[in-house]
């Protein structure tokens, strides 16, 4: 198959892992094809901060390798994603890749080490396409808060793709990757594969290393993967979980097979799905309410128990969430000086008098952040401050463990929760720019499960009369990947919404 075949950018991850496999293609001319798609297309939607052409051949080029003796027998197995191209938000570390975190601080930084989960991709033979534009250190619901441009929605062009994930879900939609990862710390994986018509998951809180993401919230953050169907996305967590000596939290569990055991399985009879009540609010866009409850009615259709469940502790989720990531943010960020690594905008007597170290750090972070990183770091160090600890960020705390209350005691009652992924579809660029708690609020019902640690996933269910994607959202326990991707992978596979793709 010659690499410039027309539709080859349009296959799934399965599909040219098969091709792969079988000698169709080989890894060099499947990433030459996407490399070209990349130049084509990604002029009109800036998914891409760093592109890694280079470094991609070589990864494809050792894969064609590992794939040759494979087939020769010198190697017994072969992992599914060798030789697929994939791209890597600009938040998580590749060795000698810049690493920008979407931020002017980190315009230059070259990370000496990466992070355990590329590490892994990388011992499976994955190729890496670059890195993708993100909302600044992962800050933001529509990637408009990147310091460099705006990425677009590939649905519409004039449209935000979501935050802070946007760039890599973006890629993925607009066929320039055939799966990437991305993070997640309120949403940021699952609200823009729902705008932009992919598929996303935000595993449990442990079930993938943290080592080598730059932190956000250390308690909120997760990696996880971005891909076109639930199998590609299942095969791509698979790969970068597990446990990792270098992270404390990541947690000695094995990842279920979820690709192979539910690739054709549409049967949900005996599961239990609670559909929550408070997730149904006022405002809400009336054709995401109506996409997800018939999504719910094709579940009952393949045999699944819907019910109503209450989650009484969701309107506190925003603004408890609204301190307790920006005081760790706060924390996390006050490495960002000018003195060991990154941007440094130098003050009046450098070394010589205190002073003038502190205008150094004044005026590296003050040139260096954008507004919503500093408008952050202010309420998380207000929140943390002497007086003040116990009454906001201490209390938020008490009422985190309420809400993780609530989910365990729905899932006493049901298996899997369903409801929307945001209230409505993708918004124009700079509807809400001026506004930050409206921007916020498109993380209203994805927030939760960061604050509970549970794990969730965000596929289509439809489309707006503007022909924008609806995305449905199924949340499980704790390690209950297994549950949510069954019912996922069911539904997908008896409706047709992940088969089309953007006019680009």
């Keep these: 198959m010659a690499a410039n075949e027309s539709g080859l950018h349009n296959r799934t991850l399965r599909q040219v892992s098969g091709l792969l496999r ?35 051949l070589d990864h494809a080029r050792r894969a064609d390798e590992m794939i040759a003796h494979w087939r ?84 519409d062009t004039t449209r935000v793709p979501g935050g802070s994930s946007g760039g890599s879900a973006a890629a993925v939609a607009a066929r320039m990757a055939f799966g990437a990862l991305g993070s997640d710390t309120g949403g940021s994986i ?9 598929v996303g998951i935000k595993p449990s809180y442990g079930r993938v290393s943290r080592y080598g993401l730059v932190a956000f919230a ?17 095969l791509i967590l698979g790969t970068i979980a597990g446990h990792d000596p270098k992270d404390s939290t990541a947690m000695r569990l094995a990842m279920p097979d979820c690709y192979h055991r539910f690739e054709y399985a549409t049967d949900l009879k005996g599961l239990r799905v609670g559909v929550p009540k408070e997730y149904f609010i006022e405002g809400m866009q009336s ?7 018939d999504a719910v009615k094709v579940m009952e259709s393949l045999g699944a128990e819907a019910r109503e469940v209450s989650l009484p502790h969701t309107e506190y989720a925003l603004p408890v969430y609204y301190l307790i990531a920006p005081a760790e943010a706060s924390a996390n960020l006050a490495r960002y000086d000018g003195v060991r690594y990154g941007l440094r905008v130098g ?22 952040f954008g507004a919503e990183v500093k408008r952050r770091i202010m309420i998380g160090t207000y929140a943390l401050s002497s007086g003040y600890y116990d009454a906001y960020y ?27 992924v945001t209230p409505t579809t993708a918004f124009k660029i700079g509807e809400k720019a001026d506004n930050p708690l409206e921007m916020y609020l498109s993380d209203v019902f994805t927030l939760p499960a960061n604050l509970a640690g549970i794990c969730g996933i965000s596929l289509p269910c439809g489309f707006d009369t503007a022909g924008l994607p609806i995305g449905l959202q ?10 949510i991707l069954k019912v996922a992978a069911a539904y997908e596979a008896v409706t047709g919404w992940h088969t089309r793709p953007p006019g680009v």
């Design 22 to 56: 079988d000698g169709q293609v080989s890894s060099v001319e499947l990433t030459e094809a996407m490399l070209a798609r990349i130049e084509a297309v990604d002029p009109a939607i800036r998914a891409f901060i760093t592109v890694t052409p280079d470094l991609a």
């Design 72 to 155: 020769n027998g010198t190697i017994d197995t072969l992992h599914p994603l060798a030789g697929v191209p994939l791209a890597i938000k600009d938040v998580i570390l590749v060795e000698g890749v810049p690493a920008t975190c979407g931020s002017r601080i980190l315009e230059n930084f070259r990370p000496p080490f990466s992070a355990t989960v590329i590490e892994k991709l990388l011992a499976a033979g994955v190729v890496i396409l670059g890195k993708t534009n993100t909302d600044e250190f992962a800050m933001g619901s529509s990637t408009e808060n990147s310091a460099f441009f705006t990425t677009r929605n590939p649905w």
């Design 190 to 198: 699952r609200q823009p594969a729902s705008l932009c018509g992919v």
């Design 218 to 234: 250390s308690s909120l953050d997760q990696i996880g993967p971005l891909a076109r169907t639930v199998g590609d996305a299942a």
């Design 287 to 293: 054709e995401v309410e109506t996409a997800v409850r």
């Design 347 to 368: 003050g009046e007597g450098l070394g010589v008098r205190d002073e003038g170290l502190w205008d150094e750090y004044r005026n590296t972070r003050g040139v260096g």
């Design 394 to 420: 201490l209390r938020a705390q008490k009422v985190r463990t309420l809400i993780k209350g609530d989910f365990d005691a729905a899932f006493k009652e049901v298996d899997v929760i369903a409801c929307p």
């Design 474 to 483: 199924l949340m499980g326990p704790a390690f209950g990947e297994e549950r």
